[in-house]
């Protein structure tokens, strides 16, 4: 399993459980059809994508898969190309065969491939989406914390300062009365300054 670390988040470039479960189930569903023998083919000159029908269908889910697992260079060429690819043979078999019906061809080239890549591409997008909505998320809280925890510090700062200038107070109260105790000879005088003091 290949995973990306990005901004602190581990994301997966591996399918979900969801992708790996429809990819199994077109190849069961395409293996199931080409042993009933359904194929596409016919006998007249629009039926010219000859082969499976489970081929068919294989291929919308190789495209698909393509764009949604791809690289993003991948990403972004593919359904470019499947869009140029539709347009040309549409172009190209309408002036072949000279007839409306051509665009049928076109059609079905379009559905199989330049379709496939537009939903990988949409189903991409979304998935990109969400993941920067959940890095965005997992950086707020984080600066949440950290404006908790500066808020905290900020507040225990100001009560130590708060309590040094109480207790400085208080110790400069004492050292005065301490120093008028000493200083006056007299008894009740000091008495009542040591008294204060004990305060």
Known sequence: MRCVLD????????????AVALAVSGLLGGLLLWLLG???QGG????????????????TDVMYA??????PAA???????TLLVTVASTIGFLAWFRKPEA???GLVIG???FIPALTGVSVRSHRTAADAARLAAAQ????????????????????????????????????????????????????????AARR
Do not use: C, K, W
């Not at 007249?44 to 291929?59: C, K, V």
């Not at 990403?75 to 190309?81: E, F, G, H, K, S």
């Open 7 to 18: 901004g602190g988040v581990l994301t997966s470039t591996r399918p979900d459980r969801d």
């Open 38 to 40: 359904l194929h596409t």
């Open 44 to 59: 007249h000159p629009f039926s010219a994508p000859r082969g499976n029908l489970a081929t068919i269908l294989m291929f």
């Open 66 to 71: 393509a764009v949604l697992y791809g690289t």
């Open 75 to 81: 990403a972004r060429r593919l359904p470019v190309a």
């Open 103 to 105: 665009l049928l061809i």
């Open 111 to 113: 559905l199989v491939s």
């Open 140 to 195: 707020t809280a984080r600066l949440a914390e950290m404006d908790r925890t500066q808020a905290v510090i900020a507040e225990r700062a100001r009560m130590a300062r708060e309590l040094h200038d109480m207790v400085a107070g208080h110790l400069s109260a004492v050292a005065i009365h301490s120093t008028a105790a000493l200083s006056i000879d007299e008894p009740e005088t000091s008495r009542n300054a040591d008294g």
